[in-house]
């Protein structure tokens, strides 16, 4: 076990690292003929991260593109050609059908040989992209030349020479390349990569999510041991277990353990499956699949049905008679396994959906180790009862008997899967653009399935399940009671959302504000500046710190944050009142009024062309960060003033990611 953390830990530190440049791409030139030569891209990218093919529709991301700038000697056969696993699928980001590629692929360019001698220049332009953020448009350089025929040796002399070059070029100062960039404020552009991460500290977000999942996992299993199917048996297992060894207490305990560690392997196991048959990068793109979504609406539709009593999942009953007569035939450590997993097998129909939803859950994280991790939590809290009341065997005459409330818990279950459910049909939705399950639609399904829950709880609303006669007349025990008046006030609060309210408590499981047809919120804050230079001189005039945001015009969560976070009316305050906001368009294609020549991080040459280009360059060399939205707050000299932002509809995070930089810069 330790050494699955280990590998966990470093597989989590090696994630984070490579999110600032998930996609690498070299380039090579290969003589296929006396005639003919290739110019060879090869791309390597990171999980979760896909790019782009070719000949994508204008309005979508960016597609690859080469660009031919200097050819003597030389012209193109055919255009830009892409090899490797295509995949093709409808984007409900983009709104449109997109082909691109995963963990690896290939472009080239074949050129025809027509001098004694050849000269070519350019560069590929490639857009790549994972669920949550987009990499600006980046460039690749080549420039390639030889003769018009010679032998092997030769090129191999004339490609180590221009690797020589190469290397002798990515050798100058970046910071000096950038000059030309900034005139006379070169100091705007020091980079403060260092100075940033110490104030963002250990932020990781894959660490965050694990945690998430785990502890979902371990209030689904609390949940779980509270239903009908697996309450009453705990006094019953431990009462065998305790009886198995009357003369010796010590057995008894020892194989009440085995039993609970038992149930932790067989789950742990199913969340291992799991990961196994899709592996990392078909969990992550399950998020955003519209068939899968469908699928998982239908199945939490399906459990809630079964919660609400209209029919009982089960699984056959030989699989049970099967392990429970192996079980009874066997001794030891064996045994004890399998009567583990006749427990799992004989409370699926209560398990089961709760196990399903959670997958679900896990699986659409874009977490690879999400199944695992969060079956791992549901087992501990699944079989640590088992093992508690084995070394305390008193603790059994304090338990709550089991009743109808385990019924109520069922219920209300089914109440919740249900809206979840709507969860992922709004994402299909959006994929096929049904426009079905607008956003006041959404909210309308969720104040009813939330208002009916009320009344379940506060006892005006009876299923079938509840019994009958004078049970249906019993009075709702107070929790219960409680439950429903917060159940209740919740589809109150959801209310003025039909009208544009944000419903912040709603806003990651809701379509986004931009499909509701009526909608009164019109706040909006926009930039003064789009210009870096332009925007910190007028900071410096007006005496105020400086919010830069990175951001793109095909950005689908900068608009997210905008409409979610910036109209808060306290972050609109602070943005307009108390901060200089600068927004840089990193897809900005205005060309530059002269292309400028840098060299990046890892000593590749660049040539900036566009507006864009140069915001983008700017993000990575300044702030050592390659996607959008972020968001950094600066001094007059272009220093950070708190922790960076990036996409999260948290207002009270974004508010303190505000007050502290003007604390700061106050100071």
């Known amino acids: 076990m330790k050494k699955f953390f280990t590998l966990l830990l470093i597989l989590i530190v090696s994630m984070t690292a490579l999110a600032q440049n998930p996609v690498t791409f070299t380039t090579s030139q290969k003589r296929v003929s006396p005639e003919e030569v290739d110019v060879i891209f090869t791309g390597k990218i990171q999980p979760g991260w896909h790019v782009y093919s070719t000949g994508l529709p204008d309005d979508g991301p960016t597609s690859a593109t080469l660009t031919t700038e200097k050819a003597t000697g030389v012209q193109p056969i055919g255009g830009l050609k892409a090899q490797g696993k295509e995949i093709s699928e409808f984007d409900d980001m983009f709104g449109m059908k997109l082909r691109y590629f995963e963990n690896n692929v290939t472009f080239t360019q074949r050129y025809k040989i ?24 980046t460039s690749v350089e080549f420039s390639y030349n030889g003769d018009g025929v010679k032998d092997a040796a030769e090129e191999e002399k004339e490609e180590a020479k221009a690797d020589t070059l190469a290397a002798d070029t990515a050798a100058v100062d970046s910071l000096a390349l950038a000059a030309p960039l900034v005139g006379n404020d070169s100091i705007l552009w020091q980079p403060v990569i260092k100075e940033l991460n110490a104030l963002d500290g250990d932020q990781s977000m894959h660490s965050r999510s694990l945690w ?7 209030l689904g299993g609390l949940i779980a041991l509270f239903t009908p199917c697996v309450w009453p048996i705990i006094p019953m297992t431990v009462s065998f277990f305790l009886k198995r060894a009357k003369d010796d207490k010590k057995k008894g305990i020892k194989d009440a353990i085995t039993y609970g560690a038992s149930i932790v392997v067989i789950y742990l196991t199913l969340g291992l499956a799991i990961t196994a048959i899709f592996g990392a990068s078909a969990l992550n793109a399950l998020s955003t699949n519209a068939v899968f979504n469908l699928f998982f609406c239908a199945l939490l539709v399906v459990f809630a049905l079964s919660f609400f009593g209209w029919f009982e999942l089960t699984l056959p009953s030989k699989w049970t008679n099967k392990v429970d007569s192996k079980a009874s035939s066997t001794s030891g450590l064996l045994s004890i396994f399998l009567m583990a997993f006749t427990l799992a097998l004989v409370s699926f129909s209560c398990t089961g959906p709760i196990i399903g939803f959670l997958l679900v859950d896990f699986a659409t994280s874009g977490n690879f180790w999400g199944p695992a991790i969060g079956m ?57 653009g049904w426009r ?99 925007g910190m001189a007028a900071a410096r005039a007006q005496g105020k710190p400086v919010i830069v945001d990175f951001t793109g015009f095909g950005c689908v969560n900068c608009r997210k944050m905008e409409a979610a ?9 602070k943005l307009n009142n108390d901060f200089v906001l600068i927004s840089l368009f990193v897809d900005d294609k205005t060309p530059l009024p002269e292309q400028i020549q840098v060299t990046e991080a890892d000593g590749t040459q660049r040539t900036l062309r566009t507006v864009g280009d140069k915001w983008s360059y700017l993000q990575r060399y300044k702030f050592g960060f390659n996607a959008q939205p972020f968001y950094v707050t600066l001094d007059h000299e272009g220093k950070p003033l708190s922790r960076s932002f990036v996409y999260k509809e948290d207002v009270p995070d974004y508010m303190d990611f505000l007050n502290t930089a003007l604390s700061n810069f106050r100071k």
């Open 114 to 137: 027509t001098g004694d001698k050849y000269d070519i220049k350019g560069f590929l332009e490639f857009g790549a992209c994972n669920d949550q953020t987009c990499m600006p448009p």
């Open 376 to 432: 791992l939590g549901f087992a501990i809290a699944l079989a640590l009862p088992f093992t508690l009341f084995a070394l305390f065997p008193t603790w059994l005459k304090s338990a709550p008997k089991s009743g109808g409330w385990m019924n109520i818990l069922k219920v209300t279950l089914g109440f919740i899967e249900l809206a979840f459910a709507l969860k992922f049909f709004s994402v299909a939705d959006l994929a096929y």
């Open 565 to 573: 976070v910036w109209t808060d009316p306290s972050v609109a305050d």
């Open 212 to 218: 998430y999942i785990f502890l979902m996992g371990l």
């Open 436 to 534: 079905l399950l607008d956003r006041e639609v959404f909210l309308c399904l969720w104040i009813v399935i939330f208002g009916a829950l009320g009344l379940y709880l506060i006892g005006k609303l009876k299923f079938q399940s509840d019994g009958t006669g004078e049970e249906l007349t019993k009075p709702m025990p107070v929790i219960c009671i409680m439950g429903g008046l917060v159940s209740i006030a919740f589809a109150i609060y959801m209310l003025p959302g039909l009208w544009g309210a944000p419903c912040k408590a709603v806003s990651a499981f809701a379509p986004p504000m931009y499909t509701q047809d009526f909608n009164l919120n019109t706040k909006e804050v926009r930039a003064a500046f789009t210009n870096y230079e332009e």
